[in-house]
């Protein structure tokens, strides 16, 4: 390193070494930890369902709780509302195949074919236009879309995206990226004058025939599922045409003389360019039921104290809806997410307490409590709705610091099945003082800063996970606004066998971790509100090794 860069290195430590430890960070205890999480993750709250009346019982009270602590809302309200949409299948779904004047063939409804269930009720009629995977994707110079426009054909593509077993991918290497969203690859063949979508999902295509009709049947089962399919309403209403999904054995139908795994192969490659698949026809009718439910983030802020910078924002979140209850059984999600969430409680404490003192930093804090993250498809609803309509500008975002469970230790099982997919057997002791720290590799100096921030916590930060099979970088709301270019990270201490299950209860929480994390969390937070050093922004520049 050369001697002027080496000055100005060490330079920057010594600035940062001089950060004071954030005001009222010890006001952050174990003992009100689990006082909060004692009501959150009780049973009477019945899990925190999406649309139930106890999931709507917690966001009042952590509304109460921002009220009472003297933070602000931003705008009228301490919710940020917003509508989630489902369906509910209705008698005429039809597709019918016409070859010539006279042959037309039904395709059987959950046995060659099924609507989505964002697809609205609509008809489409016409000939078929293959197109890969249906993805355009310019800042990654991918676009299956190319040439001429759809002219109201029906597209025929495929689910998912090229290179998912590749950990070189440009989508996102091992994690299966933002593309693969069907609804999103509708909307945009929508855009491309497509009159209508029909999916196939090349992993049917070698699971064989028998795979795709059991699938089939249970998407739109006889009682309505326990856990509701939602779509965010604002995307669900910009759709106008049908989608379905349907089966390899139909796609290959369509494709005539050319084999669908070869398809598959060549659409791996490289960029398919639009073709027509010659000799058939399609009638397609999609027939569902619409709902529209009202959802809500919880949302409070403490203004910065300095004039220009206090336009800019730290985001400090966590989700609150968990799975509910079913059977006789309570999904209590103590530590999915009840644990982040009272985390949140008393971070946004700390800072109305050194607030009340005169002591507030110079950027703005805003605390996020996202409904709707546990909820299919895809999930991280409530901060999807956030980056369609921001109640805070996303240029004006600094960084968003995530907690989602916050409060055991990661242990994967030797025999550790589907639930634990890509991830190495580990015990519980070996992760005692380790917290996972995810979205590192989007920002370097934002990774660096959370380090800087540890040295009181004294935690063991495990960066990892970045790009692993387990998806896991996906899997929380901090997710949303690496898409959006807004550096952010995700504090958890990993999955363990009572995840998703109705053993995720309180008394297995460990409040002493939890306290150590939240208040990471809290210097982490402090830290970049008075920073000097422009953070930048979020982009994968390297993908990292597989781990
Ligand atoms: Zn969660």
Redesign the pocket.
């Known amino acids: 390193m050369p001697a002027s860069r080496a000055v100005l290195f060490f330079a920057g430590w010594a600035a940062l070494l001089a950060q004071p430890r954030a005001p009222f960070n010890e006001s952050i205890r174990r003992g009100d930890l689990e006082a909060d999480l004692s009501f959150l993750a009780s049973d009477s709250l019945r899990g925190r369902l999406t649309g139930t009346a106890e999931y709507l019982t917690a966001a009042r009270f952590l509304e109460a709780r921002f009220r009472r602590l003297g933070l602000q809302p931003l705008g009228e309200s301490f919710f940020h509302t917003f509508s989630l949409t489902y369906s509910r299948l209705q008698p005429g779904n039809r597709l019918q195949v016409k070859r010539g004047e006279a042959l037309r063939t039904e395709a059987g409804l959950s046995e060659d074919f099924y609507p989505l269930f964002f697809s609205p009720s609509a008809e489409a009629r016409g000939p078929v236009v293959f197109a890969g995977y249906g993805i355009r994707a310019p800042q990654l110079e991918w676009d299956d879309l190319g040439g001429n426009g759809m002219d109201q054909r029906l597209a025929l593509i495929l689910g998912g995206e090229p290179g998912a077993e590749d950990p070189r991918s440009r989508f996102d290497g091992l994690v299966t990226s933002i593309h693969a969203d069907p609804l999103r690859k509708a909307l945009a063949l929508q855009e491309h004058g497509a009159a209508g979508v029909l999916i196939v999902n090349p992993a049917d295509s070698a699971n064989g025939v028998r795979r795709f009709a059991g699938g089939a049947r249970g998407y739109w089962p006889e009682k309505p599922p326990h856990l509701e399919r939602y779509a965010l309403s604002a995307w669900a209403e910009r759709l106008h045409i049908p989608v379905a999904q349907i089966s390899p054995a139909l796609a290959q139908s369509l494709l005539g003389s050319r084999r669908l795994a070869d398809v598959v192969k060549q659409a791996e490659k490289a960029p398919w360019t639009p073709s027509l698949l010659p000799g058939a026809e399609i009638d397609l009718r999609v027939r569902l039921s619409r709902h529209v439910i009202e959802d809500r983030n919880v949302v409070a802020k403490i203004e910065g104290a300095d004039p220009a910078l206090k336009q800019e924002s730290i985001l400090v979140t966590a989700?609150y809806d968990h799975n509910g209850a079913e059977d006789g059984q309570i999904y209590n999600g103590a530590d999915?997410?009840g644990s982040g969430t009272v985390g949140l409680l008393e971070i946004a404490e700390a800072y109305a307490l050194a607030a009340q003192q005169g002591q507030r930093p110079r950027r703005s804090l805003v605390f996020v409590a996202w409904g709707s993250?546990?909820r299919c498809c895809g999930p991280l609803l409530g901060a999807w709705a956030w980056t369609e309509n921001p109640p805070w500008p996303l240029d004006k975002t600094v960084a968003v610091l995530n907690m989602?469970?916050i409060g055991r230790d990661e242990e994967v099982p030797e025999n550790r099945g589907p639930r634990f997919h890509g991830l190495s057997p580990q015990t519980a002791a070996s992760n005692a003082n380790a917290v996972n720290v995810l979205g590192f590799s989007f920002n370097a100096a934002l990774a660096e800063a959370a380090r800087h921030a540890n040295r009181a916590a004294d935690l063991l930060l495990r960066f990892r996970y970045e790009n692993n099979k387990s998806n896991l970088l996906r899997r929380?709301d901090h997710w949303v606004f690496l898409q959006a270019g807004v550096p952010a990270l995700w504090f958890h201490t990993g999955l363990h066998p009572d995840y998703h299950t109705p053993n995720d209860r309180p008394e297995r929480i460990r409040y002493d971790k939890a306290e150590k994390v939240a208040r990471l969390v809290h210097q982490l937070s402090w830290d970049l509100a008075n920073r000097t050093e422009p953070l930048g922004k979020a982009r994968r520049t390297v993908m990292p090794d597989v781990d």
């Open positions: 989700h999915d997410n993250e546990e989602d469970m929380s």
